[in-house]
């Protein structure tokens, strides 16, 4: 996706050669144009599939995945990453590690939210190691609902996730592969089929 590429090349700030802060469009401050064009070619890209709900985790999947589900007509529920006193009971839970805060995570889904008959839509911000993806497909298979895909923003394609998360048979979708993000500079994989890099 172009837009997307082009607004990381210009306000993506590198951290490391495995971190790339987008917090001045995605994750802190939200670009709500560029949103509603990731919420569109999602929508584009899974159009053949049967979607009840789209299904994401706090906080910074939220954005994509609600500018997904208004095109869609679909509700979206997020996962929580902290314990909340109303969510209490009845929850499918999932550990997922971050890569970027080095920490594990118990998210929770309430259990009226996601059903049996649910075709379900992942979309989350970054896709690394494919923890946080493969947590929420977790809660979707113990909610005995079908995942009909992932959606991903950015993809760092270096750290293997996506071939993790297809290996478990779930079709991947990412707007934007990160090839390398070493000497300062983002190189995308060019095209757009997945292969070995």
């Not at 839509?121 to 298979?141: M, R, S, T, Y």
């Not at 048979?169 to 934007?176: H, I, K, M, P, Q």
Request: charged share 25%.
């Amino acid at each position: 996706m172009e837009a997307l590429k082009k607004k990381m090349n210009e306000e993506g700030i590198i951290l490391s050669d495995t971190v790339l802060k987008v917090d001045s469009f995605l994750n802190h401050q939200i670009d709500p144009q560029l949103m509603h064009e990731i919420g569109l070619e999602f929508v584009s890209r899974f159009s053949k599939e049967k979607i009840t709900k789209i299904l994401t985790i706090e906080s910074s999947g939220i954005a994509p995945a609600i500018m997904a589900a208004n095109e869609l007509k679909a509700p979206l529920v997020f996962a929580r990453k902290r314990k909340s006193l109303t969510l209490t009971d009845d929850l499918y839970t999932a550990e997922v590690y971050s890569f970027t805060k080095q920490e594990t995570n118990t998210i929770s889904v309430a259990k009226k939210f996601i059903k049996k008959s649910d075709s379900i839509l992942i979309i989350d911000d970054f896709l690394a190691n494919g923890q946080a993806a493969l947590g929420l497909a977790n809660i979707v298979k113990q909610a005995g609902a079908n995942v009909v895909g992932i959606g991903i923003v950015i993809e760092k394609a270096f750290q293997g996730g996506a071939k993790k998360l297809q290996e478990a048979g779930y079709r991947v979708e990412s707007l934007a592969r990160i090839a390398s993000l070493q000497n300062g500079k983002i190189t995308f994989v060019e095209g757009e089929h997945y292969e070995t890099i």
